[in-house]
């Protein structure tokens, strides 16, 4: 029966999206238009009118997708509880292309890349063909701009008096708009978290976040040359004056265009990474302009236009809202545990039925650093072994985790037995809906320095689930851990125990440490570990501690969350323009100006949505009341001390100096030494790092000569993690 329901809401999505597709495919053509234009006129008379049928085929599409999605993945979580199957090699999701300023990019990437740019040289050459066909000779402009005068609509061609080279232009210029508005209709999806529509396909959120960077650049870029190219065409007639400022009573609003372009190229330019990554408050304060952006698109484009987007901007706009209530009400930071090579690891109190999968990561809010910034972090804990409290560990170097290194430094260093409380709040956590990712025969896990964190939660989660018959995980993992100076082996302190308590053949693990920029000293493991040993503890009151981290609410709550904010939001929308705007009529005398429907748009939105958040937090409220249960401090108080390095397992692994190391080498021997046929491949770390594995992995398929003298075929399944975003 679970079968049969998963199968029928798959086939439901897939009708959904590629109903939605064709949409946008006919909707250049002069078949539709003719069509739609009909449908309009139909519409008007009815309570809905014409913005209830641009509402429910333009936008509530991708809304029923989300809808429809969250109940498949509830459905199909239940399901891979009961059962697990090994995971199989995908060519499609495998490298195709490694390149130092596109990433890596897959094969199933770069076909829907493809498919997009397709998309948009169809939509271009099809407008662009109809609007040359129906072009004015230039000579008649004058003669036509007569009749016009005598009662008829100009358009801005007729206006201007343009030859016919620069009417094609400005024509060229005005459909480069509606390829940024195609941009714009997909540009808030990747970025949606609670309601993330690409886990339906497998994407994370902090993996899909590119998708965002490539449609924004394309957007931007569109929406660039789409102005540019008309302003240059205003010159041309010296007409810069007299069109610049104007906010038009109907049609397109130059002024909010111009507002709305000037506005995406300051976030554009500050999400640029050499800002993003040294100016982080610059790229994080000015990407809030969105709401600026969002709103003059609105009056430039006009309501009609805006209802292809608004599918991207209703999701956003509730999941923002959602996760605020989410985060709330805040917790505090039970302990700290500050290591050598200036990392720290927090751990917060969760409920214990708050449950999450390994590389999960969570946002955080420090209040006494800033009211505002929230920062992602990979979970170090699995939930599996630790009820009550969950862990991240934090590598300083920017202004915000130097700041919080201070307070914590600053607790050290007064010696006091009442050591103050950190209110802090968080939001998540987000991480994949299954442990299918983990399912291969072997997994080789490559980190780069702070980039081992989600291996942490991996190999304390398979560790937890070993003996339980449900879960199938390897049978032998190989860590790589890559790092600058070999204080940073510390950061292995949350598995230690896992290194030297069991040996590498009994549990299958074995770690392969390379220590970069120092010199051969003769120094194993077991040394560097006593040597960088000294953790220091910080125990934090925990006087505001009402309330522990609970987590998302379930899916089926989403779904039911977007299901009523859309219905809502029909009803105000209509109950609104009846109120506020004459009949729609098209023979009626009395015409409002557009800008008018655009803010009862806008408010129809904000009430909808304020009401769901109302029935969001009334829920919450009563959850919070009868299920989550006081946090005791002791539950998260950190053990002080060292770390206890006894033990003859260490001696089984392997550390190298001086050099990084031969992947070529490393994928060459591991399938001989595991046995396995299908290998996965986790990396985590800085971007080179990341090509250079990839660059090996697209070459997967190789014959392995095994123990056996059998020939094996071996596939290596690369999947890339990021600890930041």
């Known amino acids: 029966m679970a079968k049969a329901t998963l199968l029928i809401l798959k086939l439901l999505m897939i009708l959904i999206c590629a109903g939605w597709i064709t949409l946008w495919i006919l909707k250049p053509t002069q078949l539709w238009t003719k069509k739609w234009h009909t449908a309009e006129d139909s519409a008007r008379t009815t309570v809905f009118g014409y913005y209830g049928l641009n509402f429910v085929v333009y ?66 050459y099809v407008h662009i063909s109809n609007d040359f066909e129906k072009m004015v000779p230039a000579k008649s402009l004058k003669s036509y701009s007569t009749i016009s005068n005598a009662g008829k609509k100009m358009t801005p061609a007729e206006s201007l008096k343009l030859n016919t080279r620069q009417f094609k232009f400005l024509r060229v210029a005005t459909r480069f708009g509606l390829l940024a508005e195609a941009c714009l209709a997909l540009l808030l999806l990747p970025v949606l978290r609670g309601m993330a529509l690409f886990r339906f396909v497998g994407v994370q959120f902090e993996a899909s976040v590119r998708y965002h960077v490539w449609l924004g650049t394309a957007m931007i870029f569109f929406a660039t040359f789409h102005g540019v190219s008309t302003l240059i065409v205003w010159g041309i007639k010296d007409q810069i004056q007299d069109e610049i400022g104007k906010w038009q009573k109907t049609g397109r609003i130059y002024l909010a265009g111009e507002i709305a372009l000037v506005t995406g190229l300051v976030i554009w330019i500050t999400s640029l990474p050499p800002i993003r990554r040294k100016r982080f408050e610059i790229f994080y304060y000015t990407h809030h302009l969105y709401i600026v952006f969002l709103l003059f698109f609105l009056f430039h484009g006009g309501d009609r236009h805006f209802y292809m987007v608004f599918g991207g901007v209703f999701l956003f706009g509730l999941d923002k809202l959602l996760r605020i209530i989410q985060s709330r009400p805040q917790t505090c930071i039970l302990s700290a545990r500050v290591f050598p090579c200036k990392a720290i690891e927090l751990v917060v109190a969760k409920d214990p039925g708050l449950k999450y999968a390994p590389t999960s990561i969570i946002f955080m809010k420090i209040p006494s650093i800033s009211r505002f910034q929230w920062h992602s972090f990979s979970i170090t804990s699995s939930s599996n072994i630790d009820d009550n409290t969950m862990s991240v560990i934090i590598k300083c170097g920017g202004w915000w985790t130097n700041s919080l290194s201070d307070i914590i430094h600053a607790e050290l260093d007064s010696g006091s037995n009442q050591m103050k409380c950190i209110p802090i709040a968080i939001e998540g956590p987000y991480g994949p809906a299954s442990l299918d990712f983990l399912s291969y025969d072997s997994l080789l896990l490559v980190a780069g320095g702070v980039g081992i964190t989600p291996f942490l939660s991996i190999l304390q989660e398979i560790t937890s689930t070993q003996s339980s018959i449900r879960y199938r995980f390897p049978r032998r993992i190989e860590l790589i851990y890559i790092m600058k100076k070999s204080q940073d082996i510390c950061l292995l302190n949350p598995i230690l125990h896992l290194l030297q308590n069991q040996s590498a053949e009994q549990w299958h693990l074995k770690l392969k440490v390379f220590v970069t920029q120092e010199e051969e000293c003769g120094a194993t493991i077991r040394d560097l570990l006593n040597e960088f040993c000294q953790v220091q503890v910080v125990n934090f009151a925990s006087k505001c501690l009402n309330y522990a981290a609970n987590g998302l609410e379930n899916l089926l709550w989403m779904a039911a969350m977007a299901g009523l904010s859309s219905v809502m939001f029909l009803v105000f ?49 009563r959850k919070l009341r009868r299920e989550i249960p006081p946090v005791s401090q002791k539950e998260g108080k950190a053990k002080e001390g060292l770390m206890d390095t006894r033990g003859t397992a260490l001696e089984e692994h392997e550390i190298h100096f001086e050099g990084r190391p031969n992947f070529q080498d490393i994928f060459s021997k591991f399938p001989k030494e595991t046995g396995g046929s299908n290998i996965g491949v986790l990396v985590c770390g800085p971007e080179t790092m990341k090509e250079s594995v990839a660059s090996i992995c697209s070459q997967t398929s190789h014959c392995c000569n095994m123990g056996n003298d059998q020939k094996r075929k071996s596939h290596f399944s690369f999947h890339s993690l990021n600890f930041t975003l």
């Open 573 to 621: 929308l209509s109950s609104l323009n009846h109120a506020f705007l004459p009949s729609q009529d098209k023979s009626s005398k009395e015409k409002s100006p557009s800008w008018v429907a655009d803010i009862l748009l806008i408010c129809s939105f904000i009430i909808a949505i304020l009401c769901s958040t109302i029935v969001a937090i009334v829920l919450r409220w």
């Open 59 to 124: 936008t509530f599409p991708v809304i029923a997708l989300a809808a429809i999605g969250f109940v498949y993945l509830d459905l199909q979580s239940r399901e891979s509880r009961r059962r697990q199957a090994r995971r199989s090699a995908s060519v499609l999701s495998n490298p195709l292309v490694v390149n130092s300023y596109l990433g890596v990019l897959s094969a199933l990437e770069i076909l829907a890349v493809s498919l997009f740019f397709l998309y948009l040289a169809w939509t271009f």
